[in-house]
């Protein structure tokens, strides 16, 4: 992604923000939709087209959980692991979903790329715990762990999306 695209998305949403760092986090999430993910280049080429430093930039980035700093699954599924979703089996909604990838008990990417699954702080699902969230677009729930595979069938046969919202 370049300073010059990520300002194409951002100038015509200027004048919504007060102050022109608020852009930061518009630019970050945009610049995340090409890949998923920041590298080092994005967060230079965002910088620039905000006008801040990298050292800035990187530090907002890193502040939040739905911007990454590592490569992810072209899908992520997020499991709410607070108390509501927790006390109605996310630790083993959690569990299965990871043993399916074949990942360890706290998440990660699969080794083919395809889809990244981590622990998240509450969803605004309680009512329907446990719950997930894909894409942090679209919250599911109330799933059980034998809804795990379904799930992530479903998510590897669906066409990559064309620009990856987090």
Known sequence: MTADEIRAHIDPIRDRFAEERSLVLPALKFAQTEKGWLSGDDIAAVAEAVNLTTAYVESVASFYDRLYLRPTGTRVVSVCVTLSCMLRG?????????????????????????????????????????????????????????????????????????????
């Open 90 to 166: 996310s630790d083993e909604l959690m569990a299965a979903l990871c043993e399916a990838e074949g990942l360890g008990p706290h998440g990660g990417t699969a080794e083919d790329g395809a889809v990244t699954i981590q622990e998240a702080q509450c969803l605004g699902y309680c009512d329907r715990a446990p719950c997930v969230q894909v894409d942090a677009e679209e919250t599911r729930g109330p799933l059980s762990p034998d809804d795990a595979a379904s799930l992530l069938e479903e998510l590897r046969a669906a066409p990559r999306p064309e620009r990856l919202w987090r």
